[in-house]
């Protein structure tokens, strides 16, 4: 299995709403990734776990919570967003030896839109 | 701060023709890499090359480095309707941790039938 499965695909959510995505993957990789991509634009790195622990946030607004249940699944909880967090979320996990630059896997992303 | 830049932004063949994508960056670096995204989709790992390799293949891509200039590029030869995606390098960041990547801003390659 060699997947990185994201769920919702496509969200819509009010200014006032608490949602959260889902990444989950199968393939004993101990370092997952939160990216954020605007259209025609790359993605942009917002939070690194490694080993279930945060080891990167950068510096993303606190109304983006994320949380590594266990290795394998990976959170996003959102709350209080504004119409500018409307883009496309994508989770990636890699290997996590670290020592070298990793090779990521990516999901097919969360569409967002926020009212 | 953005590391690797493509260039062209776009660029728009025939299908059969060669597509050839270029990407700078500005530190040095241990390895570069290259993906590949569909419209709307996440992003797919086509390449890795290592800062003491100058030329690395996988069945119609061919990937340079050159660290002296700091670039790279990325040839797909007998282009095909399917490889119509952005293509995106990436670059550790310097002097920090291998785990943040960043992407350049890609280039947006359209493969006409």
């Known amino acids: 299995d060699t997947e990185v499965t994201q769920t919702p695909k496509h969200l819509v959510m009010g200014m006032t709403n608490k949602k959260s995505l889902k990444c989950e993957q199968h393939?004993?990789?101990?370092?997952m990734y939160w990216y954020k991509q605007k259209a025609k634009k790359p993605p942009e790195l917002m939070f690194v776990y490694s080993y279930e622990k945060l080891s990167i946030n950068e510096s993303v607004p606190s109304r983006f919570s994320p949380e590594c249940p266990n290795s394998s699944l990976l959170n996003l909880h959102l709350h209080a967003l504004q119409p500018e967090d409307s883009a496309l979320y994508l989770c990636?996990?890699?290997?996590?030896?670290?020592?070298?630059?990793?090779?990521?896997?990516f999901g097919s992303g969360t569409q967002l839109s926020v009212l | 701060s953005q590391q690797g830049e493509e260039d062209p932004q776009a660029l728009s063949i025939q299908e059969g023709e060669n597509a050839t994508m270029n990407c700078s960056y500005k530190t040095s670096i241990n390895n570069l890499q290259w993906y590949r995204q569909n419209s709307g989709r996440g992003l797919v790992h086509l390449i890795l090359i290592r800062s003491n390799e100058r030329e690395k293949h996988s069945g119609r891509l061919r990937v340079t480095l050159d660290t002296s200039k700091k670039s790279s590029s990325l040839l797909i030869t007998a282009s095909r309707a399917a490889d119509t995606a952005s293509y995106f390098c990436?670059?550790?960041?310097?002097?920090?941790?291998?785990?943040?990547?960043?992407f350049g801003k890609g280039t947006l390659l359209t493969v006409n039938p």
């Open positions: 393939m004993g990789h101990r370092a």
């Open positions: 990436a670059t550790p960041n310097s002097g920090g941790s291998n785990y943040k990547l960043t």
């Open positions: 990636a996990s890699s290997l996590g030896q670290g020592a070298v630059s990793e090779k990521l896997f």
